[in-house]
C-alpha cells in the first residue's frame, strides 16, 4: 500500500486549514474549495470515501473529543431543544425530504427516496459550531448546535438502516422500525452507562500519564465497537461515555489532563481537514457513478432537494421552537425567552457533511441481485447537499450573524464571574495553607511559605487586573505585561540551558530536564492567558 497519497492528503490539509485562519473564510469551507479544485487536477490520487474506514475509525474520535469539550450541564438545562433537533428533526427530514425527492424524480421509488432522506437528514455542526465561536454567537445557541451534532448522526444511521431494510424488500413495518430505533437508542445509551464508571476507574486508578492517555485514545473506539457488536448505536455509547469523563475531568492528575487535551487537539485538527479536504475530492468519483442521468436533469433534481432541505429545517425549527412555549407553562419558566433571531440562526446553521457520503457510499449496489434502484443519482443528490449545504450556509451565515446583530457574549461579565470565582477559590486554598503550616509536620522556611502565599495572591489578583485600565504606551493590562515579562525571563533561561549543553558542561538528559521544568510554566503562564 502507498502511504504518499494519504500523507499528502493530510499535509496539504492542514496546511490549507492553518492558512484559513488568516482569512476571513471558514476552514471546513477552504478546503472543501480546495478538494474540488484539486479533484480534477492531472496527477492527484483518486481518493475514494470508504464508509467502513469513516463510520467506525473517523465518526467515534470526532464525536469524542466534542463531546468532551461540550457541558453536560449546559446539555442537561437545554435537553428539549436539543432532543427535539437531533431526533425529531432528523426522522421528519428524513419523512419529508424523502417525500419530496421522490415526488420531484421521476421514477425515484418511495422507499429509495426515504433513503436519501436518511442519508442527508443529519447537519455537520462542525463548521456552524466552529462559525458561531468566532463570531461569538449567545452559548445556548452554540450549546444547541453542539448537542444536535453529538446525537443527531445515530438518529440518521438508524433511521438509514430502517429505510434500506425497506428498499430492500425486507418487509419492515412502522413497529418494526420503532422498535430497531428503540433497540440502537436505548441500546446505545446503555452500553455508554456500563462502560462509563469502569472505563473512569481506570483512568484514575493509572499512575502513569503515558499509559492514560493511551487508554484514552482507545476510549472511543472501545464504546463505538462495544455498542455495535450487540446491534446499538455505536454514536450514542462514544457520546455518554465523553460528556461523563468529560464532567469528570478534573478527578484526572494534571499530567493526563495536558497531555490529553493536546493529544486530543491535534488528532481533532488532523481528521477534521482532512475529512472535509475529502469531500471536496469526491466529485470525480461522484460524476463518474452518475450512470445514464444527464448533468443538466441531476443538477436540476440537486437544485430541488437542496431547497427542500432548507426549507424542511426551517418547517421544524420555528414550530419545535414556539409550540412547547405556547402549550406547557413549565416550558416557560424554566427556559428564558425566545426572539425571531434565534431560531433564523439555527434554521440556517443547517450544513450536511462526511457522515452522510459516508452513509451514501455505503448503500449497497446490488440487492436481491437486482441493482439499487438509482444508487447512482443518491450519491450525487447527496454529494451536491452536502457541498450546497457548506457553500451557500456556510459562505452567508457570519454575514446573517452580524445583519442579526444578536447579542454576544459579554466579555468584561464573564471576567467578572472569572474573577469573583477565583477569589472565593484563594479564600479557600488560604484557609488550607495556614491550617497546613500551622501543623509542625509542614514547617517551611518563612521564604518558601512567603513564596506559596505570593503565588497564591498572584493567582487571585491576576484576573481583576485583566479588568483594569490597559499601559497606555502599549495597551496591555498589568497582568498581560506580567505574562510577557515572566515568558521573557524563562526565555532568558532556556538560551543559558541550550548554551551550557553546546557548551558540554550539562548533557541533553539534564538539559530535557530543565527545559520540561521551564515549559510547564511557560504553559501555565498561557494558559492563563485571556482568550482574545
Known sequence: ???????????????????ARRTPVPAPLLLVAAGLAASYVPGVPDYTLDPHIVLPLVLPPLLHTAALDSSYL????????????????VLFATLAVGYLAHLMVPGLPLTAALVLGAVIAPPDAVAATAIARRLGLPGRITTILQGESL???????????????AAVGEGVSWAGGIGEFALAALGGIGVGLVLMVPIHWLRRSLREPLLQNTLSLLIPF??????????????????????????????????????EEAVWKMVAFLLETSVFALIGLQLPHVVRELGTYGMGEAALYAAGVFLAV???????????????????????????????????IVGWAGMRGVVSLAIAFSIPVTTAGEAFPARNLVLFL??????????VQGLTLPPLIRALKLPGRDAQAETLAEAQAQ??????????????LADERNALPQPLADRLRTVLERRRNAVW????????????????????????????????????????????????????????????????????
Open 1 to 19: 500500500m502507498d502511504a504518499l497519497p494519504l500523507v499528502a492528503l493530510v499535509a496539504v490539509s492542514a496546511a490549507i486549514a492553518g492558512a
Open 74 to 89: 449546559d446539555l442537561r438545562a437545554n435537553l428539549r431543544p436539543v432532543a427535539l433537533l437531533s431526533v425529531g428533526y
Open 151 to 165: 446525537v443527531n448522526d445515530a438518529t440518521a444511521i438508524t433511521a438509514y438502516k430502517v429505510a434500506l431494510a
Open 222 to 259: 472501545v464504546a463505538y465497537a462495544a455498542a455495535e457488536r450487540v446491534h446499538a448505536s455505536g454514536v450514542l455509547a462514544v457520546v455518554v461515555v465523553a460528556l461523563y469523563l468529560g464532567h469528570r475531568s478534573w478527578q484526572v492528575d494534571f499530567a493526563t489532563r495536558l497531555q
Open 310 to 344: 432548507v426549507v424542511v429545517r426551517f418547517v421544524w425549527v420555528f414550530p419545535a421552537t414556539y409550540l412547547p412555549r405556547a402549550l406547557s407553562r413549565r416550558v416557560r419558566e424554566r427556559e428564558p425567552g425566545v426572539g425571531w433571531t434565534s431560531p433564523v
Open 382 to 391: 447527496t454529494f451536491t447537499t452536502v457541498i450546497g449545504t457548506l457553500v
Open 423 to 436: 477569589s472565593e477559590a484563594s479564600r479557600a486554598a488560604e484557609q488550607r495553607l495556614e491550617g497546613l
Open 465 to 532: 487586573e485583566r479588568l483594569g485600565a490597559a499601559n497606555p504606551v502599549t495597551g496591555e493590562s498589568a497582568d498581560d505585561t506580567y505574562r510577557r515579562l515572566a515568558r521573557e525571563m524563562i526565555e532568558a533561561e532556556r538560551e543559558v540551558f541550550v548554551r551550557l549543553r553546546d557548551e558540554r558542561r550539562i548533557d541533553d538528559e539534564m538539559m530535557r530536564t530543565l527545559l520540561r521544568r521551564l515549559d510547564l510554566e511557560e504553559a501555565a503562564a498561557y494558559r492563563e492567558a485571556p482568550e482574545g
